[in-house]
């Protein structure tokens, strides 16, 4: 993210005591609340993005070497999926993913514990699908439907499979390693906005340059 930073502008703060007194020197600091979106049309887009699946633990820089050559892109990853927290947002590493079981479940015995039941796909004697794979239900799940070759009445009961904790974080894990990625021949397009939209406009009192702006009435303490 480093290469995204350097992009954003400052912002120049007087310092005050605890007491709200000015003590006449400035602070300098990133103005994170200029933060960059990708266009709207180009998100809306999707000839401008590409499908990826992220690998092992690959890491957004990782993933912007492959892709774009240069790992420095690594902020372009993460717009491109509006991922603002890579703690909660992106893939974990092993290590990590098994940190997070033991701390949310307790024990490696309740990270196997049942989490809930799933069915399985059910047809009838056609082969039409009468239940179909996946739906979360109860362990006594019971359905009763018409089977016209029988010509009668079919009750199925527990037809149903248990899915455990660890399971259940797996596919939620999985879910993340399918992210989209701007095009690399439109790659020039997004640093071009960033270009456009990060540097401070004139007219604002606060203005001193593209990059700093000064805000001398900001009270840090109430």
């Not at 103005?31 to 699946?53: C, G, H, P, S």
């Not at 939620?172 to 701007?182: A, D, F, Q, T």
């Amino acid at each position: 993210m480093a290469s995204y930073f350097r992009q954003v502008p400052e912002f120049e703060y007087v310092n005050r005591t605890s007491d709200g007194k000015n003590i006449g020197d400035f602070t300098v600091v990133k103005n994170l609340f200029k933060r960059v979106k990708i266009r709207e049309d180009i998100l809306k887009n999707l000839a401008y993005f590409t499908r990826y699946q992220i690998e092992g633990d690959d890491r957004p820089d990782n993933v912007a070497f492959k892709v774009y050559g240069d790992e420095t892109f690594d902020w372009v990853v993460l717009l491109s999926n509006n991922i603002t927290n890579v703690q909660t947002e992106w893939t974990l590493t092993q290590q990590a993913f098994n940190d997070f079981l033991i701390k949310k479940y307790g024990s490696i015995e309740k990270v196997n514990n049942i989490h809930h039941y799933e069915t399985r796909e059910l047809k009838n004697d056609s082969g039409e699908i009468v239940v179909p794979k996946g739906l979360k239900v109860q362990k006594n799940f019971k359905i009763e439907y018409f089977d016209e070759k029988r010509d009668a009445y079919v009750i199925r009961v527990n037809e149903v499979d248990a899915v455990t904790n660890y399971t259940y974080e797996v596919r939620k894990e999985e879910l993340k390693r399918n992210i989209y990625l701007i095009k690399p021949e439109y790659l020039e397009l997004i640093i071009e906005d960033i270009n456009r939209i990060m540097p401070y406009k004139k007219g604002s009192t606060q203005y001193v340059s593209r990059t700093l702006k000064r805000g001398e009435d900001i009270k840090l303490f109430d």
